[in-house]
């Protein structure tokens, strides 16, 4: 039996007076699977992982987790201390949570190059492309070992032989451990997912 779960009964939501953006959503999260939240720009991916999150209360309906305990969040826009190196942002979490110097810069390289990132490890992030400060996120965010990773986006800024090797990293990682659930409207990404919840059906129009 699988001891890691989020499971969610009923997910409805609207945003207060507004149009329901979902309504009757029902699964479960399992380690093994990556999940894509699919559907058109507005339809409610976002929120559906600040829910799953619990950032948000649902207006309808519940989620329930089972042994997660770190949750790992990739935001869509990336952000970063504009002068710390792209190692200092994956080796700064790893010191904070008790690891030695060595240690914590071995294992941000390693994971910065399953990102292909090696070659900017030692540049500012004032310096990166959009797209490498978007990996360079995801490399924070699975450093840490996250027991439920939400990752809103991942692909967007990337061209389709990068975006490949982040599917394949996130795969990868949701193979080892991870509840991965990835918000997006890129049909490769939507591709490499191993279950998807598609949103559009659900969007309610105001007429
Ligand atoms: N705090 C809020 N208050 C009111 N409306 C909101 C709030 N947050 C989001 N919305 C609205 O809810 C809808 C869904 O937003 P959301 O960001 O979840 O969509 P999305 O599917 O992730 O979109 P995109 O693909 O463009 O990122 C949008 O119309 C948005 O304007």
């Known amino acids: ?3 890691r779960s989020v499971s969610a009964r009923g997910l409805g939501h609207r945003f207060g007076d507004n149009p329901m953006l979902f309504e009757d959503l029902s699964f479960t999260l399992e380690p093994g699977r990556i999940t894509g939240l699919c559907g058109p ?3 409610g991916k976002s929120t559906l992982l600040s829910i799953l999150a619990g950032w948000v209360d649902a207006t309808e309906g519940s989620v329930e987790t089972t042994g997660v305990e770190r949750t790992g969040w990739v935001f869509q826009n990336p952000y970063g201390v504009p002068g710390r190196t ?3 942002h994956v080796t700064l979490p790893l010191l904070a949570g008790g690891r030695r110097r060595d240690e914590a810069e071995e294992r941000a390289r390693e994971v910065l190059g399953d990102f ?3 070659a900017v490890a030692d540049r500012p992030f004032r310096q ?6 978007q990996r ?11 027991d439920l990773l939400l990752v809103d986006e991942p692909t967007a800024q990337l061209d389709l032989r990068t975006a490949e090797t982040v599917n394949a990293t ?6 080892e451990r991870t509840i991965v659930v990835i918000a997006t409207h890129d049909p490769h990404t939507r591709d490499a997912c191993t279950h998807v919840i598609d949103l559009q059906d659900r969007v309610r129009t105001a007429d």
């Open 1 to 3: 039996m699988n001891a």
């Open 41 to 43: 720009s507005g339809c």
């Open 86 to 88: 792209a190692l200092d």
């Open 116 to 118: 292909r990132l090696e």
């Open 128 to 133: 990166l492309s959009g797209g490498e400060a």
């Open 136 to 146: 360079l996120m995801l490399a924070r965010a699975v450093c840490s070992a996250p």
């Open 170 to 175: 996130l795969g990868a990682i949701a193979r």
